[in-house]
């Protein structure tokens, strides 16, 4: 999709993984302590109500068993999204904290991709609109022969940029862009773990 954001978000996702592996690892060994326990606890009921109370003492275990493993894939969900949370809001820290040439090099590809006629107006928020805002317009048409006009307006975003065209406007604003990624890949996640 970006070539920097992807980058950015690649590097996160590999570090990421490498958390979410070992917090995954924990989480398996914990539940399997969980598991444990409440084994050996419907086995000690199994055997105290062996006789008389066989059928039920199964019926239990089954229950238990089920829900520790229950609670087992909501510790490990639960670890996913802790990781998931901090992976993505390390990278909007990351995006906000550019160098500003490396800045407008995103914001120039993400214009580009935002839009592909080269039309538009761009509005940044106040602080990138005087310091990065003309530079990444320049830089957008001069790479697209575009007609992108920088606009006498702010957005009340953190970092990247809102595109209009007449009626449609395009939401580049960091934290929109990592909002909806975040979303794919947390609906990836569970979708891996329960279904």
Do not use: W
Request: aromatic residues 4%; contains cysteine; glycine residues 6%.
């Amino acid at each position: 999709m970006m070539n920097g954001i992807d980058t950015i978000i690649q590097r996160l996702n590999i570090d990421a993984k490498a958390e979410t592996d070992a917090l995954l690892e924990k989480a398996r060994q914990e539940a399997a302590a969980v598991a444990a326990r409440y084994q050996a606890q419907a086995d000690k009921e199994a055997a105290d109500l062996a006789a008389r109370n066989e059928r039920l003492a199964a019926e239990r275990e089954e229950r238990l068993i089920s829900a520790a493993q229950m609670e087992a894939r909501k510790t490990v969900l639960a670890a996913k999204q802790a990781v998931m949370e901090e992976t993505y809001a390390k990278a909007l820290e990351k995006l906000r904290n550019l160098s500003e040439t490396r800045y407008v090099e995103v914001l120039t590809e993400l214009l580009l991709q935002a839009a592909p006629h080269g039309v538009g107006e761009v509005l940044f928020s106040a602080q990138d609109r005087e310091t990065v805002g003309q530079a990444a317009v320049d830089a957008a048409n001069g790479k697209s022969g575009g007609k992108l006009t920088l606009s006498g307006e702010t957005a009340p975003i953190q970092g990247g940029f809102i595109l209009k065209d007449g009626n449609v406007e395009v939401n580049c604003a960091f934290d929109t862009l990592v909002r909806l990624q975040k979303a794919e890949t947390a609906g990836q996640v569970a979708q891996r773990l329960f279904g």
